[in-house]
């Protein structure tokens, strides 16, 4: 392909994109596919000779195409969202024109010196400490692929801030802490470090937030026994119900034992909220802001910006460096031998890095902190819609305190000869399994998803808001298809009568 070529095969990429947007929300959310149904389509080995483009082109909307599941469809209530903004898009298509591995500043300066600005800005918008600035000097920023990978990244970093402090402690006596609730980045990141794990509880009555009271207990017991607890991952909005750790009591107890111990704050989802005052103290940011070690919120779950973009801030960049410097002489230059400018290879686990400021950049321009702002009290709003069609509801209940923009709930029919719950009277199996029931039913739907989760062994579907172009009335759509599935679940499984 010529830059002529590329020329007319860009414009017609723009249209189709257009149009698909244009028509996404007739489309199912979800392809009515079979794992293997792709390869089947596909020839088993490359073309000898190359194809014209105009034909790989109408492949991939014929054959691949179809076959996604939709996330940025306006009926798309799973998992999380992930961002998807026309912004974002350009700032990819520009940025993988100039597609260097900036892995260091002399690679590429202005993608280097664009992320230390963006990740400023962005410390900003979501009102952390100074301290996290790259214009601090000392703590600073920088994109990563995934908050698994910001977590990983953190307690790397903390085993070796951990071990050059504490020299004579063997790995085995290390333990990493994670909640009953943190996502399974923590146990990955010990699992991938070779570090045992302790999992702390999360209680229903706490609203599945760790408190202040647990983590004490459990550095007591540790402590005693000779261990040496060195990071806590705690979350703020986790992904099952979108629960805070009480920060504010967890940063009290941190500092009264005095242990050395790493915060890491992952609030991949609900930290854009951040960018909203009213947030802050649900957030616990003033404990954050004046404790945790590292932070990390995506980008491209809540916050406007295509995958991949994850951040992570650190309080001193020095951690990062003490870990994950390894400079072989090829990579040495005068500007990081000076100390004058970030090697962000030093701040990942990688080499080479994708220039992602840039969307970030067009991003943040382009809405500005209004348009965060007015994006999560949108989203914020729906799901108060959504919460109240729930407490009106006879079949539904919500399990857990909704957060943000994200609630869960589960089918508890009111019974209509006693006027009370069934939880009331039906055992916790039998329930679970009605709701299990629920869910496959909802699942089997191509016009809606959402997806299922379980809170200290009760089973419940979850409704996470976020697509930029969901309605009230997608969200009256779901509720009244949930109350249809909900029914027929009921009858289907003899709660009710025919
Ligand atoms: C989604 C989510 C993650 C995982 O994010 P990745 O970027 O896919 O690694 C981690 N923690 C929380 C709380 C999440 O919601």
Not at 67 to 95: N, Q, R, V
Not at 167 to 182: A, G, L
Not at 357 to 383: C, D, I, P
Not at 461 to 471: M, P, Q
Request: with cysteine.
């Amino acid at each position: 392909m010529d830059i002529e070529q590329f020329r007319k095969a860009g414009y017609q990429a723009i249209d189709n994109i257009c149009d698909h947007f244009y028509n996404l929300q007739n489309l199912p959310v979800r392809p009515d596919v079979e794992p293997g149904f792709l390869a089947k389509s596909l020839p088993d080995a490359p073309p000898e000779k190359g194809e014209d483009f105009q034909l790989i082109a109408d492949d991939y909307h014929k054959v691949i195409l179809p076959g996604m599941t939709y996330w940025p469809h306006p009926s798309f209530f799973g998992y999380f969202p992930t961002a998807c903004t026309f912004e974002a898009i350009l700032g990819d298509l520009y940025a993988s024109s100039v597609p260097n591995p900036g892995f260091n500043w002399a690679a590429s300066p202005a993608a280097t010196e664009l992320e230390m600005v963006v990740m400023d800005w962005l410390a900003k918008l979501f009102h952390l400490s100074p301290d996290f600035l790259n214009s601090s000097g000392i703590g600073g920023g920088a994109l990563q692929t995934t908050a698994s990978d910001s977590a990983l990244i953190a307690v790397v970093a903390a085993r070796s801030k951990y071990q050059k402090n504490h020299p004579d402690i063997p790995i085995e006596k290390m333990i990493v802490y994670v909640t009953s609730q943190t996502h399974s980045l923590g146990a990955k990141a010990a699992l991938v470090l070779g570090v045992q794990v302790r999992t702390l509880e999360a209680t229903t009555e706490d609203d599945f937030g760790l408190r202040g009271a647990t983590l004490a207990a459990a550095l007591k017991e540790d402590i005693d026994m000779g261990l040496h607890p060195f990071v806590l991952v705690g979350t703020v909005g986790t992904t099952s119900s979108g629960a805070v750790d009480n920060i504010t009591e967890i940063v009290q107890t941190l500092k009264s034992v005095d242990r050395d111990v790493w915060l890491h704050i992952d609030a991949a989802w609900a930290g854009i909220a951040l960018s909203c005052p009213e947030y802050h103290d649900w957030a616990h940011l003033k404990a954050i802001n004046e404790y945790a070690h590292s932070f990390c919120t995506n980008l491209h779950k809540w916050g406007l910006t295509n995958f991949d973009a994850s951040t992570l801030w650190v309080r001193n960049r020095r951690w990062l460096n003490d870990a994950l410097d390894v400079t072989p002489e090829f990579l040495r230059t005068a500007q990081g031998d000076a100390g004058t400018a970030i090697d962000y290879r030093n701040w990942h686990l990688a080499l080479g890095r994708k220039f992602r400021s840039l969307k970030v950049w067009f991003v943040l321009r382009a809405y500005g902190t209004e348009g965060f702002q007015k994006m999560v009290r949108r989203h914020v709003n729906l799901n108060e819609k959504f919460i109240d069609l729930v407490k009106s509801s006879n079949l539904l209940t919500l399990v857990a305190t909704p957060s943000l923009s994200l609630s869960v709930f589960r089918l508890d029919p009111v019974d209509t000869t006693s006027g009370e719950r069934r939880s009331r009277s039906a055992t916790a199996d039998a329930l679970n399994t009605l709701n299990v029931q629920l869910h496959k039913r909802l699942s089997s739907r191509s016009d809606v998803w959402l997806t299922q989760t379980s809170l200290n062994g009760t089973f419940c579907v979850r409704l996470a808001i976020g697509s930029t172009n969901t309605e009230e009335k997608h969200i009256d759509h779901v509720f009244k298809l949930i109350c249809e599935e909900s029914e027929a679940t009921l009858k289907a499984e003899k709660w009710l009568k025919d």
